[in-house]
């Protein structure tokens, strides 16, 4: 079974420009997460979508927004970037919520504002 | 505000050794923790542990969660230098919200 992919996998943008950002879950799996992770910060939840709704969301500005599709791949867009947005952003995939809980991560989208 | 913090940062140690990493919360709706090894790629699922004083094991690694402490810790019986890796430790509150450490980095020496 394949794992998550993301696309791109590194990406330069320019402050004020804006950026979407592709997750593929694994084949089955309805539940999308995404995460920021920085070196101060460590690793931030955004948001997870799940059956192209939006089930919850972390505490990002509005420029950070998500949607799922009907194949249960997910974009997530980020606009009038800034350069605090430098980072590794995660897609994690799961079944739907069971008692052993496990997320699968994608490799990351590496993302440099400059 | 909810967090998670984990100790110590980093931890350097000898093949064979033992360690112990740790991990403390205050998360409001606690729902379940998570332990997470990230090498150069993506985090890897460990342990979930919900349950206080239930110890949950894989081989040399072993975990356990206090919910009245409100803390956790993963043991490393054995290390080896593939063990050499960033321990992550999230927390999950009631809503499908989480919280993750800023992680433990382990390095083994051989």
């Known amino acids: 079974k394949a794992g998550v992919t993301q696309t791109p996998r590194y990406l330069i943008k320019t402050r004020g420009q804006q950026v979407t950002l592709s997750c593929s879950p694994i084949s089955g799996h309805r539940s999308v997460s995404w995460y920021q992770q920085t070196p101060g910060q460590g690793l931030q939840f955004l948001f997870e979508?799940?059956?192209?709704?939006?089930?919850n969301k972390g505490n990002f500005p509005g420029r950070f927004s998500g949607r799922q599709f009907s194949n249960s791949r997910s974009e997530m867009n980020v606009s009038t970037l800034e350069l605090g947005d430098s980072a590794l952003y995660l897609c994690?995939?799961?079944?739907?919520?069971?008692?052993?809980?496990?997320?699968?991560f994608g490799p990351g989208t590496r993302l440099t504002v400059t | 505000e909810d967090k998670v913090v984990q100790s110590p940062l980093s931890l350097v140690v000898h093949e064979g050794d033992t360690v112990t990493l740790n991990c403390s919360y205050e998360?409001?709706?606690?729902?379940?923790l998570l332990w997470y090894k990230q090498e150069k790629k993506a985090p890897t699922f460990l342990f979930m542990l919900t349950s206080s004083g239930i110890e949950k094991k894989s081989g040399r690694l072993s975990s356990i969660l206090d919910k009245k402490e409100l803390f956790s810790i993963l043991n490393i019986t054995a290390t080896q230098t593939g063990d050499s890796a960033v321990y992550l430790c999230?927390?999950?509150?009631?809503?499908?919200?989480?919280?993750f450490g800023t992680g433990t980095s382990l390095t083994v020496i051989p």
């Open positions: 999230a927390v999950e509150a009631v809503g499908n919200q989480f919280y």
């Open positions: 979508y799940f059956s192209e709704t939006q089930r």
């Open positions: 994690a995939s799961s079944l739907e919520r069971t008692i052993t809980y496990e997320q699968y």
């Open positions: 998360v409001t709706n606690f729902r379940s």
